[in-house]
């Protein structure tokens, strides 16, 4: 049913509905997988003034003698022209929701089928932002130049409830991997548009379970390890802002005031591939992020219940200031990594890549400035003594078990 079909007829695109009667109210008993809602695509078939008919895609009428449609919130596309809001250049709107709260009950009874229709509570997002934080993992590569990230999807969103806890939450979206191709790493650096952008693979649609149990983390690699981090998926924004581990941008800063909640909801690869001037971007590209259904705790009850939220995605650009390592703790690393090679204690490595450049320029230096190459004449004539008197005296305490078997000897021979 729309109201202003006969001046401006609008398609429907989707519906959030449940097959089971648990989702609108109150918990009374355990929740399934059965439970949970799903996003159902809707195909328009007729329309007369202001009632419309609608084919749901993607699913068969169960056989059961009771069926429930449990139905949250239908969607139509988002137009400004409208007057729809919330959509930025950060944080895009795809789809408008408009809450339905409503169960449908079939009844087949004496070969007749009785109909019920029941109000249903829900939860309305009033305020949502779609965006997402990249982890720096680490850095490798000889000739060919590795640099290895994880993108982190965030929804930071608050609702017209008061929740002093939020146990799960349902959540529907697509992802696609997609690879953009720049002609230098510097193009890529600069924020230049990439020579071409494709996609490696279908859109696959996925709707996931994220609990307040659930740890997200990013895994260290390559030659030279960044930082580890782990999150919590499901976090009020105040502890989602201590807990994050990397620096926010100010711009997701400003849309996090006011938010109740964020879910750090998904993780997907980000690398930078560098080999002979040019630079392969590959990461995947998430889109149609809708929150489903919220379990959760408000005034002592526990609720479950089905969501009226816009669906949407990021611009596809970090909320986050890069969390790179210091320069040293590279050098560290990369010396590491020599001593997993080679056995060596990477301090060994430490002292002897600080020294070859260090010797090098002093002996260049040397060559024109002559106080510099007699201190250092000095110097590595004090060092070569150290050393000798260092190796003398290390063979000297070395060999003095072996004297005194050889003194021993002699003393039994002589016996």
């Not at 918990?27 to 997988?33: D, I, K």
């Not at 988002?78 to 709107?93: H, P, Q, W």
């Not at 290895?148 to 999807?153: I, K, L, M, N």
């Not at 548009?193 to 390559?222: H, Y």
Request: neutral net charge; aromatic residues 14%.
């Amino acid at each position: 049913y729309q109201p202003a079909a006969n001046v401006k007829p609008l398609t429907a695109t989707q519906i959030n509905m449940s097959l089971t009667d648990k989702m609108g109210g109150i918990v009374t008993g355990e929740l399934t997988e059965e439970d949970s809602p799903k996003l159902y695509d809707l195909t328009l078939l007729n329309r007369n003034s202001v009632f419309a008919k609608y084919k749901v895609g993607g699913f068969t009428v169960s056989i059961e003698i009771v069926r429930y449609y449990n139905i949250a919130s239908i969607y139509r596309d988002f137009n400004k022209d409208l007057g729809d809001t919330g959509s930025t250049s950060e944080s895009i709107l795809e789809k408008k929701s408009f809450e339905v709260g409503k169960l449908y009950t079939v009844e087949t009874a004496n070969g007749k089928l009785n109909y019920q229709c029941y109000k249903q509570n829900v939860v309305i997002v009033s305020d949502i932002y779609f965006g997402s934080l990249r982890y720096e993992n680490g850095h490798s590569g000889l000739g060919i130049y590795i640099d290895d990230y994880t993108d982190s999807h965030i929804i930071a969103f608050s609702t017209n409830w008061n929740m002093s806890d939020l146990y799960d939450v349902d959540i529907s979206f697509n992802i696609q991997p997609w690879e953009d191709l720049y002609a230098s790493k510097m193009d890529y650096a600069l924020g230049r548009n990439p020579t071409s952008s494709i996609s490696r693979g279908v859109e696959v649609s996925k709707t996931i379970l994220v609990e307040s149990t659930d740890i997200g983390e990013n895994v260290p690699s390559g030659w030279l390890k960044s930082n580890y981090h782990s999150w919590s998926r499901i976090q009020a924004v105040d502890i989602f802002k201590q807990n994050c581990g990397i620096k926010l941008s100010d711009s997701l800063q400003a849309n996090l005031k006011g938010k109740q909640w964020v879910l750090q909801f998904y993780e997907t690869d980000y690398s930078i591939l560098t080999m002979g001037g040019t630079a392969t971007v590959s990461y995947t590209k998430l889109t149609s992020e809708a929150i489903l259904r919220l379990h959760f705790k408000s005034n002592g009850l526990v609720y479950n219940l089905g969501v009226v939220s816009d669906i949407g995605h990021s611009d596809n650009k970090p909320d986050n200031e890069p969390n790179k390592k210091s320069l040293w703790n590279y050098f560290i690393d990369f010396c590491k990594f020599l001593e997993s090679v080679t056995g060596l204690h990477y301090v060994f490595w430490a002292i002897i890549l600080f020294a070859i450049p260090l010797g090098a320029v002093l002996g260049i230096l040397s060559i024109f400035i002559q106080p510099l190459r007699f201190a250092l004449g000095k110097i590595f004539k004090g060092i070569g003594y150290f050393f000798y008197y260092f190796g003398y005296g290390l063979f000297w305490l070395v060999s003095r078990p072996f004297v005194g078997i050889k003194a021993l000897i002699d003393k039994l021979r002589g016996n």
